[in-house]
């Protein structure tokens, strides 16, 4: 896959499609092979030009080489829902790596979706570029106010019983993450076969540790999305044990004019009997933007 140089990293991506631009971008520990390809393709078939990429630290983009904070500064940072000291780059860096991809690519302007931790960077995104941002649609995220869409106590205790990773783990160890926090839709199979590809393709548990550092290191974005005015969607899963779906709600509060698409049988994952309602719901958030 092509590789470009952007904000000082180097990202790999992919592109699909020809027509309008369409910029995916994916959560925590997540490289743009986990974006199903028959995802992708849906928007291809709408006639998008469908971009994904990894973010810094993770898949093949580049690695930083920064010490991320403890688990035990982090997990006292999620308990006292103040801002982690002791990280290298925030979600605006995050943010500046994607709009230094779409310059380099020569997009002047994409739809933006993200995902989770994507969804973050997507709201930085058009907060800091709203030149670059066409239309907005953040799914499973929060706004990064600590008192809505955190985890669910219940989660984060079978979280800290985890065992350090390991490569000659990791497929097991992912499919077990996702079977936490997945909806009633979980597919084992198809976890582990995107799991496979991961870490055969690349593993960078400390990198996930820097991502996630910078996810506890940024600020609240809820006064500052308020100042946006562009076609927003907020998806979100009710029953969603990572990202509680007061992120959701919040999120949708947050952004004037934006809609809130929730489904009861979604958790912290793309449920693969929901992808046509997803697809139509972004492609009419596009459209919005075109009147």
């Known amino acids: 896959m092509p590789t470009v140089q952007a904000n000082g990293m180097t990202l790999e991506y992919e592109t699909r499609g020809e027509g309008e631009p369409l910029l995916l971008i994916m959560g925590l520990a997540g490289q743009l092979s986990d974006w199903p390809d028959e995802f992708v393709d849906l928007f291809v078939e709408q006639g998008f030009q ?8 993770i898949g093949l983009s580049t690695q930083t080489d920064w010490e991320p904070p403890s688990q035990s500064q982090t997990a006292r940072a999620a308990i006292t829902r103040r801002p982690l000291k002791g990280a290298g780059y925030t979600l605006k ?8 991809l779409l310059g380099e690519l020569g997009i002047e302007a994409a739809h933006v979706v993200g995902v989770s931790m ?3 960077i997507a ?14 649609c953040s799914i499973m995220s929060n706004t990064g106010d600590r008192r809505r869409g955190g985890m669910s106590t219940s989660l984060m205790k079978k979280l800290a019983r985890r065992p350090p990773p390991a490569r000659e783990t990791a497929v097991a160890d992912s499919v077990s993450m996702f079977r936490l926090i997945s909806g009633p839709h979980f597919d084992e199979d198809v976890f582990r076969e995107r799991a496979e590809v991961s870490v055969s393709r690349s593993f960078t548990p400390r990198g996930v540790a820097r991502q996630t550092a910078a996810i506890m290191a940024s600020p609240d974005r809820t006064e500052r ?23 959701g709600i919040a999120t949708a ?10 489904f009861p049988d979604m958790g912290h994952d793309l449920p693969r ?11 009419q958030n596009t459209r919005r933007a075109s009147n």
């Not at 992808?275 to 139509?280: F, K």
């Open 50 to 57: 469908v971009t994904r990429f990894d973010n810094r630290d």
């Open 93 to 100: 860096d995050m943010a500046d790596d994607a709009a230094g």
């Open 118 to 120: 994507g969804g973050m």
């Open 123 to 136: 709201q930085e995104l058009a907060i800091n570029y709203p030149q670059n941002v066409r239309s907005i």
């Open 225 to 247: 999305l308020a100042t946006l005015d562009l076609p927003a969607l907020v998806i979100h899963g009710t029953a969603d044990p990572l990202v509680k779906f007061s992120g």
């Open 253 to 262: 509060k947050s952004i004037p004019g934006a809609r809130l698409l929730a």
């Open 273 to 283: 009997s929901r992808w046509n309602e997803m697809r139509d719901a972004i492609v």
